[in-house]
């Protein structure tokens, strides 16, 4: 008998609180703005400036406000532990976890700021994956820190608060080029997978599709989602998720150091990441490595809205497949599959990206040019601290959680026909970021 | 790395003394009745698969029923 899970409301879900936290602070910086308190949301937005020299100089950075942090860890500290009471996480032990995982965060936050290893190009994303990794790999993480590593809930906060800060005319603009360049890469990858699994290593169907959807369309989410429509073996999910996680995090190094190689812009680099990493948060960190806005706002744009909002689309057209062409079935005897397909695997945050970003875009435009521009240093620019911060809590757990030994146990076939993909997914996204559409992505401000 | 809930949901059209002989071979298979609602039988140790073969087996066509396998990421997975 199994020991099953009751089917849980919309508002118990991670994704769900993640909208609701990130609107919070969206709607909390905008009153403060209007009811003139902006001040009481600065106090939470810590700023680590650069420094150099000795650590006495990085703590008397810290020092020049010593509320910051304090006010930070408590803004976030009650958001996520009202978020774990609804959802019914063990509230105690989170909180305690989530107090180590913001030590962390602070420590890594001031390593990233000083100069000398700014210079070498460790930024904070880079320094959080390697601190988390060397400790996550030799150390025995206690289980109460464990409950506070929540990458995939920290990565959609911060989302949705960058939402916040891309005007909903730059998404407009860059739909339609995200989503036909999305498109091009994610046809040409699946194919690519897909074909090599079946026709070379001969895997079946639904573990190639699976294959080929985490290489192709939006990493592991896609590929939990085509293999739930498809209807894949449990074991080949697992080897698709490890896949993607082996190559996600070989190309949050590989990408960024490719991107400086090569002397692209932040845009065009942004933009290639978005195309060719195959993870939100390991895309994020890759993003971030470059210690430009630009190529974040460029990553968003290709990844969430040209990759990450169709995933649901192409769970109905493999479904669909599988259950004919995959089952020898006649569509009049073939198990129906309805269009709630799509709306099931739909990724609900991007709404919160879309919302957050309509929200701020209305705002500006019913308020004077002057008045804008005081909205922007007052509003969004603690708005956007606050995001880094989410994001640097989703780099520190995905170092922490990320366990090599664990990820080594798929067989050389997926691992060869994943590589196919590779193969054609980076070179191909490269050359449409920095030829094809260049001039777009060089000029994202 | 995932976890996984397997549904299956007898077809509106199957006649009542039907969906309830799909549902007691469900039982059989270890699939639980969802408390709520239309009738829902889960099962996170059930595949789909396995679940659609032993249907066809005791009988029931594809189209009397609907299936809903949902993966969802262990802890840790990014």
Redesign the interface.
């Known amino acids: ?7 849980r409301p919309w508002h118990r879900h991670e994704e769900a609180w993640a909208i609701f936290i990130a609107m919070g602070l969206v709607l909390w910086v905008t009153l403060g703005y209007f009811l003139g308190v902006s001040r009481l949301v600065e106090a939470a937005a810590l700023n680590i400036p650069t420094w150099s020299g000795g650590l006495a100089t990085a703590t008397k950075a810290l020092g020049a406000r010593p509320a910051a942090p304090l006010a930070l860890f408590g803004v976030f500290l009650v958001a996520f532990s009202l978020a774990s009471r609804v959802m019914g996480w063990d509230v105690a032990r989170y909180a305690a976890g989530f107090a180590l995982l913001f030590a962390c965060s602070l420590l890594v936050a001031l390593l990233g700021s000083n100069q000398t290893l700014k210079s070498w190009q460790l930024e904070t994303p880079l320094i959080a994956l390697a601190v988390g990794m060397a400790l996550g790999n030799l150390v025995a993480l206690p289980a109460w820190f ?1 409950s506070a ?1 929540r ?2 809930f920290y990565v959609k906060v911060g989302i949705v608060l960058l939402g916040a800060t891309l005007p909903f005319s730059i998404i407009l603009k860059a739909g339609p080029l995200a989503i036909a360049q999305a498109t091009v890469v994610a046809v040409a990858t699946f194919l690519a997978i897909y074909l090599a699994a079946t026709r070379l290593f001969g895997l079946d169907p639904r573990f190639a599709a699976t294959l080929g959807a985490g290489g192709s369309i939006c ?2 989410s896609a590929s ?2 085509i ?3 498809c ?1 894949a ?2 074991s080949h ?2 080897v698709a ?2 896949m ?2 082996v190559w ?2 070989a190309m949050i190094f590989i990408l960024p150091v490719g991107a400086r190689v090569l002397g692209l812009s932040p845009g065009v680099a942004g933009a290639w990441i978005g195309t060719s990493e195959f ?1 939100d ?2 895309g994020f960190a890759a993003a971030s490595a470059l210690g430009d806005d630009r190529a974040v706002k460029t990553f968003t744009l290709m990844k969430v809205v040209g990759r990450d909002m169709f995933v649901g689309v192409w769970a109905l057209l493999v479904a669909i497949l599988s ?1 004919t062409v995959w ?1 020898r ?1 006649r569509a009049s ?4 599959v ?1 269009g709630g397909e799509i709306w ?1 695997r739909f990724p609900k945050f991007v709404l919160g990206f879309l919302g957050a970003s309509m929200l701020v875009t209305v705002v500006l435009a019913s308020i004077d040019a002057e008045s804008g521009t005081r909205f922007s240093s007052e509003a969004l620019a603690p708005l956007r601290t606050l995001r880094g911060w989410a994001f640097t809590w989703t780099f520190l ?2 170092g ?4 090599f030994r ?1 990820l080594t146990r798929f067989g050389w076939r997926p691992l060869a026909a994943f590589a196919v993909g590779v193969l054609v997914n980076v070179p191909l996204g490269y050359w449409l970021s920095s030829h094809v559409f260049a001039s777009y992505w060089a000029g994202v401000r | ?2 976890n ?2 397997t549904s299956v949901m007898p ?1 509106r059209s199957l006649s009542e003394a039907r969906a309830a002989d799909l549902g007691a071979a469900l039982v059989d298979l ?3 009745r ?1 408390r ?1 609602g239309r009738a ?1 039988f ?8 396995a679940a ?1 073969a032993y249907l066809r087996g005791r009988g029931f ?3 009397e ?9 262990s ?4």
């Open positions: 008998m199994s020991a099953l899970p009751a089917a464990q590593l990458t995939e990493g592991v939990i989602a293999g739930g429509a209807r073996e449990k999910v697992s998720v490890s993607v996680v996600a995090i993870a948060a390991a259950v089952e079935r005897e073939a198990e129906r309805g099931r757990s995905i922490f959680t990320t366990r664990e | 790395m995932v996984h809930v077809e270890g699939f639980e969802d709520r829902v889960r099962s996170t140790t059930v595949e789909a698969a659609r066509g594809d189209r029923f609907r299936l809903v396998l949902v993966y969802e990421r802890w840790g997975i990014l």
